[in-house]
């Protein structure tokens, strides 16, 4: 769900399935042409980042590390790349030195390139990542990673698809190809990159003045899938990759600090709940299903009660472990006193925070964000309620990483990367740390 971030980048290999306003209007819910790249598969073959036990297991077999070992090696690997953050098999001291020699020949350690950071006035922090060829045909997929730090904690936003089948009217992304799923290794790479950037393993430290917490805790201390892509539409991966984020010998974050946002699908909630035990976030954003159908058309499917019936069934839900709600705020279309009301109505018995998004608008959207007195209106009337109601603050503006900026502005930093590269200037120079456009 690209509720915190909403990103344009395609691969050669896509169909060409853009989503026009008249096919909008004709009721498409999803695009087609998904390109699924097998499970859990290492990016370019031979990288071990990301990959889970079972993977790391298999890779050792193949190199002719005995059964009996393998249990051994798996939790040395794991502790070297996971916990340590390591970069070289030289590095993996435990480690006799022709296994090392071994690994290195068969394998590598590589993490996917970033193609660019850029860095806010306010900390948070911009990539995008290319991740590895998966054939000859493809130059590799890009996506884009946000880091937002605060004093306590610092939040990942990461991707599960390039693209998105979706369409929801408000979004970005929804009007862009669906290119794939990512995998598992490529998901739980968004993390490792980020370590690398910010310094956060240990012995590292954070490049000069950048803005990390201070509490004394991991610089990266929560996730949120609110990325590129429908995380339940990819739910394997997704699973596979909480599981590694999540192993107490490695990256060590807790499943409490991990949320999965979906638009929706009913029918993978429960499971997400019941293996991946994290927290979920639901992209409702209206409270009548004829105004849902037109945001958030998977409502078509999946409508208003049958989600909300859904939410009120996820595992171990508890004032403890709410649901956040994500209402973008649509000037004149869901934000009246009436549809405040009606949230409270609807969320009845459920445990839940409801996070209003104030709507940044993009090129061609038809949506206005809604005045401010209107939002805190909106606000009041679900706090008087009982519910927690913040107004999510845009963070990373100034670099194009709030939500629903990205498309347009990467493609009009694409412009002028050709416009620059006419004129024999590096593409460097649009995308270089703290250009602050
Ligand atoms: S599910 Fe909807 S909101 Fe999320 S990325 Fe896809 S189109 Fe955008």
């Known amino acids: 769900m690209a509720t915190v971030l909403d990103i344009a980048k395609h691969n050669p290999n896509a169909a060409p399935v853009a989503v026009s306003e008249a096919a909008r209007a004709a009721g498409f819910i999803e695009k087609t042409a998904e390109l699924t790249v097998a499970a859990g598969a290492a990016p370019g073959g ?44 030289a590095e993996m001291t435990n480690m006799g030195k022709e296994l090392r020699a071994k690994l290195a020949a068969a394998y590598t350690l590589a993490r996917p390139k970033v193609v660019s950071e850029q860095v806010s006035k306010d900390g948070t922090r911009k990539w995008l990542i290319r991740m590895a060829s998966t054939g000859p045909l493809d130059k590799g997929a890009e996506i884009e990673c946000v880091y ?51 310094g956060d393993w240990p012995g590292a430290t954070p490049p000069e003045g950048a803005f990390v917490p201070n509490d004394g805790g991991r610089f990266v201390s929560n996730i949120v899938f609110m990325g590129m892509g429908e995380p339940l539409y990819n739910t394997d991966n997704v699973i596979a990759a909480i599981d590694v984020m999540s192993d107490g010998e490695g990256l060590t974050l807790s499943r409490r600090r991990i949320t999965v946002s979906t638009s929706g699908v009913v029918p993978q909630m429960e499971r997400l709940g ?28 999946y409508d208003i009660r049958q989600l909300l019936d859904a939410c009120r069934a996820y595992p171990g839900l508890s004032n403890a472990r709410r649901i956040t709600f994500e209402y973008v705020m649509l000037k004149g279309v869901n934000d009246s006193d009436a549809d405040a009301r009606k949230l409270v109505q609807l969320l009845k018995g459920i445990p839940a925070k409801i996070n209003l998004i104030p709507f940044n608008p993009w090129p061609g959207s038809k949506y206005e964000c809604s005045d401010w007195e209107r939002i805190e209106r909106f606000s009041e009337i679900v706090y008087r309620a009982g519910y927690a109601s913040p107004v999510r603050t845009p963070r990373g503006r100034d670099i194009l990483a709030a939500c629903g900026q990205l498309k347009s502005e990467t493609e009009k930093l694409r412009a002028r990367a050709r416009m620059m590269a006419e004129q024999g200037i590096g593409a460097e120079g649009v995308y270089a740390v703290g250009n602050g456009e």
Not at 55 to 73: A, C, H, N, T, Y
Not at 159 to 176: A, K
Not at 179 to 195: H, M
Not at 274 to 297: F, G, K, Q, W
Request: aromatic share 4%; net charge positive.
């Open 148 to 198: 937002i730090p605060e004093v306590d904690r610092g939040t990942l936003c990461v991707s599960s698809q390039v693209g998105c089948t979706l369409t929801c009217s408000f979004c970005h992304t929804g009007t862009q190809r669906l290119v794939r799923n990512l995998t598992s290794a490529e998901i739980v790479a968004q993390l490792i990159v980020a370590r690398d950037c910010i």
């Open 46 to 89: 031979a990288s071990l980042i990301g990959l889970t036990r079972g993977q790391l297991k298999d890779s050792l077999s193949q190199i002719g590390v005995p059964e009996r070992e393998l249990k051994m090696r798996v939790a040395q690997l794991w502790h070297w790349i996971y916990f340590r953050g390591a970069r070289d098999f």
């Open 274 to 301: 019941a293996e991946a035990n994290t927290m979920l976030a639901i992209s409702l954003h209206a409270v009548r299903d004829e105004l849902r159908d037109e945001l958030v058309p998977i409502n078509r499917k």
